[in-house]
């Protein structure tokens, strides 16, 4: 079965206007460092009340990605890196309060891969650097409850395709949000390699983000123009768990390769 659109934008009303014409399940949210002053977030609130109004039933806030000079990695320690762990610990939290009263959702990433090392660096061990990680999602799992999940990347912190990863993260408990890019990437362009890690983590899976990928770097590419096989993803999603198409766009206020890569999986899902 086809998943249902489900698209991105910011909290920009061009762009939202763009993803509402064309009817979608889900819209998730790109939010960035300035949605968190208290305009912007005045904004964002506004925005999320205007999509849910009309008439969207799945709503996603996706964390900011970036501040200042970093991306938001949960492992980023509090006396080495105060004001990123401070912008962490209060965005999380306001956007998890944010979920709780619009009952929508709140992602997470579990980590990402840019200045990883960096902080991976901090710790005596990547055990310890990733029982930090665990630590602090367990903690903001607790707070958001129903209303957050956690995304993988392709850093060693917190990614899928290891068995024993896996196993792990699914010991929390977490709800999980499964981007196909990230884990195709992780396993250096291995499809029965994401096959298998989508049927292992599907009982805990609630969101999807579909992306192709040539499997070297992050290349957010439309479904089809990379080497994921996705006649075989296909009957491994579940068609009652959200999703979106992440794809890089050549103009933002146009949503064109997200509407692209959901007619190239409708034709997928014909010839199955």
Same mark, same amino acid.
């Given at each position: 079965?086809?998943?249902?659109?489900?698209?991105?934008?910011?909290?920009?009303?061009?762009?939202?206007?763009?993803?509402?014409?064309?009817?979608?399940?889900?819209?998730?949210?790109?939010?960035?460092?300035?949605?968190?002053?208290?305009?912007?977030?005045?904004?964002?609130?506004?925005?999320?009340?205007?999509?849910?109004?009309?008439?969207?039933?799945?709503?996603?806030?996706?964390?900011?990605?970036?501040?200042?000079?970093?991306?938001?990695?949960?492992?980023?320690?509090?006396?080495?890196?105060? /004001?990123?762990?401070?912008?962490?610990?209060?965005?999380? $939290?306001?956007? @998890?309060?944010?979920? $709780?009263?619009? +009952?929508?959702?709140?992602?997470?990433?579990?980590?990402?891969? !840019?200045?990883?090392?960096?902080?991976?660096?901090?710790?005596?061990?990547?055990?310890?650097?990733? $029982?930090?990680?665990?630590?602090?999602? +367990?903690?903001?799992?607790?707070?958001?409850?129903?209303?957050?999940?956690?995304?993988?990347? @392709?850093?060693?912190?917190?990614?899928?395709?290891?068995?024993?990863?896996?196993?792990?993260?699914?010991?929390?408990?977490?709800?999980?949000?499964?981007?196909?890019?990230?884990?195709?990437?992780?396993?250096?362009? +291995?499809? $029965?390699?994401?096959?298998?890690?989508?049927?292992?983590?599907?009982?805990?899976?609630?969101?999807?983000?579909?992306?192709?990928?040539?499997?070297?770097?992050?290349?957010?590419?439309?479904?089809?123009?990379?080497? @994921? !096989?996705?006649?075989?993803?296909?009957?491994?999603?579940?068609?009652?768990?959200?999703?979106?198409? /992440?794809?890089?766009?050549?103009?933002?206020?146009?949503?064109?390769?997200?509407?692209?890569?959901?007619?190239?999986?409708?034709?997928?899902?014909?010839?199955?």
């Amino acid at each position: 079965m086809l998943p249902r659109l489900g698209l991105k934008g910011s909290s920009d009303m061009a762009q939202i206007n763009d993803r509402l014409s064309y009817h979608p399940f889900t819209y998730e949210f790109f939010t960035q460092v300035s949605d968190f002053t208290p305009t912007g977030f005045t904004h964002l609130q506004q925005a999320v009340e205007y999509v849910k109004k009309a008439g969207v039933p799945h709503i996603v806030l996706h964390h900011p990605m970036q501040f200042k000079e970093w991306h938001t990695e949960l492992i980023a320690p509090a006396d080495r890196y105060p /004001e990123l762990y401070a912008f962490v610990e209060q965005s999380t $939290k306001m956007l @998890i309060q944010l979920a $709780k009263d619009q +009952d929508v959702q709140c992602l997470v990433h579990g980590s990402y891969a !840019n200045e990883t090392q960096q902080f991976i660096d901090c710790y005596d061990s990547l055990a310890d650097a990733r $029982k930090a990680s665990f630590e602090r999602m +367990d903690r903001f799992a607790q707070i958001g409850g129903n209303h957050i999940m956690f995304e993988n990347s @392709i850093s060693p912190i917190f990614s899928y395709g290891d068995p024993a990863m896996e196993e792990r993260i699914l010991q929390h408990h977490y709800r999980l949000a499964f981007d196909t890019s990230h884990c195709f990437i992780d396993l250096h362009g +291995d499809n $029965k390699g994401l096959q298998a890690s989508l049927k292992h983590l599907q009982p805990q899976i609630v969101h999807y983000h579909l992306v192709d990928s040539m499997g070297v770097t992050h290349d957010s590419l439309p479904l089809g123009q990379g080497k @994921i !096989n996705w006649q075989t993803v296909l009957p491994l999603l579940n068609p009652n768990d959200s999703s979106i198409y /992440e794809i890089a766009l050549h103009n933002n206020n146009h949503c064109a390769e997200q509407l692209a890569s959901h007619r190239y999986l409708q034709s997928i899902s014909q010839q199955n």
